[in-house]
């Protein structure tokens, strides 16, 4: 089975109406539905931040990827040939800052590009817990990554509760 785009869709059904295959349903199913996955990670203790932005590094879990490469290491997914279009993304996190201060978050294209209005910022206070959330999207052609970037107004460490970091194809 191939990961098509819309593009490619329409050409198989429109051009070859008479002649659908079931090659090209199959194509079409694995095409249309759960292009994207998730990464996860639980009970991180002591991730180090700084006040410049870096790459979240701390997944150790993904599942349900497809038509997506996920980089556990880097924190990031690239689009495979196929995939493109436009993708939802969303974040969920749950941290506990070893130091008074905030936390930003921000999704990142193509590992340096910071997606305009998709970040979030929270105060902490010393031990408490609290979470970061980012809903958003944007369109990535066949090569793009999209991940994860963290900072803070001081250089410290932080507890992750738990993180997910979800991508999926419209």
Known sequence: ?????????????????????????????????????????????????????????????????????E?????????????????????????????NGWVQIAIVKNSSNLIFGQRRKRTFVLAEAGSLDIVGGTQLAAGDTIGLAIRSNIPGNINIEDATFRVGRL
């Open 1 to 69: 089975m191939t990961v098509k785009t819309e593009a490619e869709l329409n050409t198989d059904f429109a051009d070859g109406f008479r002649t659908i295959t079931a090659a090209q349903l199959r194509d079409f199913v694995d095409s249309k539905f759960s292009i994207g996955g998730i990464m996860s990670c639980q009970d991180v203790l002591s991730a180090a931040i700084t006040t410049s932005y870096a790459a979240f590094t701390f997944f150790t879990n993904s599942t349900d990827t497809k038509g997506v490469n």
């Open 71 to 99: 980089d556990l290491a880097q924190g990031l997914y690239t689009i495979q040939a196929g995939a493109d279009g436009s993708y939802v993304v969303d974040v969920s996190m749950g941290i506990v800052a070893n130091f």
